[in-house]
């Protein structure tokens, strides 16, 4: 059985030192709790870098040993929105090129999400048009862009040339908004706590704004079965039955726009993993692994399907994948 896994991630040395360099001393990398070297914002860790991030032919060697055909990579946070607009187009190239790269070398393993320097509209859809010239499957964004939200209306040209090419979109957590606020400096609350809500809240602001009918072509996928939507959902659709301002932009239901929405599998219960196949169908969901993350194990993610029925599990660990990026 073909086994394609969504979210994977790479980065390169390159990446790390402009990061180092032209962040502003925004991020900075060092080391966290146990030792592990990793990226850090406000003297948060959120991310631990590992060898295989920076390996490619240990990633093929992993994905061997677990069973994965086909990794669709992109880049983590913090991606590429800070520097100057000259900065963030370059580094955007750089990841874009290394990745098409990767993608020529393993061209029957890997496809590649496009970086773009969202912040800045128009470099954004020129690199964009390049990236998909390169081979680029679909584009990884970050809920939010540097502080604002994905509906912000200066996003809005990148969003139209997406919808155009009708393309696959990865909706990844970054630090979110008030992190200095919320004490997330220790116990490694940003990735426990902080990415899930980043991710909740953009998914459901798109919902509520509107966007899913602004943009028809659009397929947005929310990692890590979108955050809490799934739990969520229930209170969305009761504040559109008791408040006017949830029915300002949208005229049904919050949970009418689910079948235009997917998700990946990265879950950690079973109990969870059937909510995410209730809430968003079995037609909705795709295999992920967050591999090479230190959370991120292909094996583990793979048999966390144990027990679905064998047409469920083909198409969330292929069919849906095939459909949505045109494998």
Known sequence: MTVIDIHTHMLSEEYLRRLIDYSDGVYTVGEAAGGHRSIHRSGAPFLTLTPAMFDYRLRIKDMDAAGVDVAVISLSCPNVYWGTPETSAAVAAVMNDQMAGAQADYPDRIRFLASLPWQHADAAVAELERALRLGAVGVMVLANIAGS???????????????????????????????????????????????????????????????????????????????????????????????????????????????????????????????????????????????????????????????LSPSVRAAVTAGNAERLFTL
């Not at 990735?191 to 072509?217: E, H, N, Q």
């Not at 209170?235 to 929405?261: K, N």
């Not at 968003?280 to 959370?295: E, I, M, Q, T």
């Open 149 to 307: 939200a994905l509906t912000d209306q200066r996003f809005s040209p990148v969003w139209q040339a997406i919808d155009r090419h009708a393309l696959p979109v990865l909706v990844h957590p970054g630090t979110p908004p008030g992190l200095e606020q919320m004490g997330m400096d220790r116990y490694h609350l940003v990735w426990s706590v902080g990415f899930t809500f980043d991710t909740t809240l953009a998914l459901a602001r798109m919902i509520l704004d509107g966007f899913f009918d602004r943009y028809p072509s659009l397929k947005i996928i929310g990692a890590h079965a979108g955050g809490y939507l799934p739990f969520l959902m229930p209170r969305l659709d009761q504040g559109f039955r008791s408040f006017d301002a949830v029915r300002e932009s949208i005229t049904a239901p919050p949970s009418s726009y689910l079948p235009r929405l997917y998700v990946d599998s990265i879950v950690y219960s079973t109990l969870a993993r059937d909510f995410s196949l209730a809430t968003f169908g079995p037609g909705n969901v795709l295999y992920g692994s967050d591999y090479p993350h230190k959370c991120g194990r292909m094996d583990e993610m793979l048999n966390a399907l144990d027990g």
